[in-house]
């Protein structure tokens, strides 16, 4: 089983002026462990991307990260972001979040070609897998995620895959404060890294399978201390250096 480097992502969603974007990255970078022990990404908004690069330049704990692109290249979409844009300016890129599935009708099939798009354009990406309450409820976890990994991976090669991360977040959790169990989160992990072993075979065990949802400097090292989970993608706990960066030292802890 090849050991696998965690790795944190906070994803600032639509919160942050640029300049409190800077405020931002300027204060985790105070509080971040001189040496995190794990990859340490920043997801801010589009429009804070350049500025926040800038002030990260030349720190190798940080990296940086958009939260959304667009599936076409460069052309007549008004209003949206295309990969070969983003190149320049990140090298991760969040694709398929539950929050743009709900909210902006984004479909498997979209989200696939959303990841096509960035792995042409050499990004990184990490795609976002997660069940709701009710398919939660109906016991159907593991077989939504797996099913939206399948979507989400089918026809890349194993190159490709193994430059991306998955990240679980039931979409109950995200926001919520209600953190999934260890073994729920275990066992959608364990879903998606079997859905990842059948298309890629044992490339599949060197993509990292984060989770997402509620995370905060309480439940990280119990989370981390799960082999099966690579990472963290934090929502609502990033906008806050000190919570954000005691979440980076747990991973970088037990990595
Ligand atoms: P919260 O950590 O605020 O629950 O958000 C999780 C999330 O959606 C990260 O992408």
């Known amino acids: 089983m090849p050991q696998r480097r965690r790795l944190v992502a906070g994803n600032w969603k639509m919160h942050t002026t640029v300049a409190e974007a800077v405020t931002l990255a300027e204060a985790i970078r105070a509080s971040l462990p001189a040496q995190p022990g794990c990859d340490v990404v920043l997801l801010p908004p589009f429009v804070s991307l350049w500025a926040v690069g800038r002030h990260i330049a030349g720190d190798s704990r940080l990296q940086l990260g958009a939260q959304n692109v667009h599936w076409a290249p460069p052309g007549a979409h008004t209003g949206e972001i295309a990969a070969a844009m983003l190149v320049d300016l990140c090298r991760f890129v969040l694709i398929g979040h539950s929050e743009r599935r709900q ?116 439940n990280a090292p119990g989370l981390f201390a799960e082999p099966a989970i690579d990472g963290a993608l934090v929502g609502g706990a990033s906008l806050r250096p000190g919570p954000f960066c005691a979440i980076v030292a747990a991973a970088g802890s037990l990595g």
């Open 103 to 218: 909210e902006f009708g984004e479909t498997d099939r979209l989200v696939h070609r959303k990841l096509e798009a960035a792995l042409t354009a050499g990004l990184l990406p990490i795609v976002a897998v997660g069940e709701s309450q009710a398919q939660h409820d109906a016991g159907r976890a593991r077989a939504v995620v797996a099913a939206q990994t399948r979507a989400a991976f089918g026809g890349c090669s194993e190159d490709e895959a193994a430059r991306c991360a998955v990240a679980y977040e039931p979409r109950w959790a995200i926001g919520t404060g209600r953190a999934a169990a260890g073994s729920d989160a275990v066992s959608a992990a364990d879903a998606i890294r079997r859905a990842l072993r059948a298309m890629f075979g044992p490339v599949a065990d060197t993509i990292r399978i984060l989770y997402g949802g509620s995370v905060d400097q309480d």
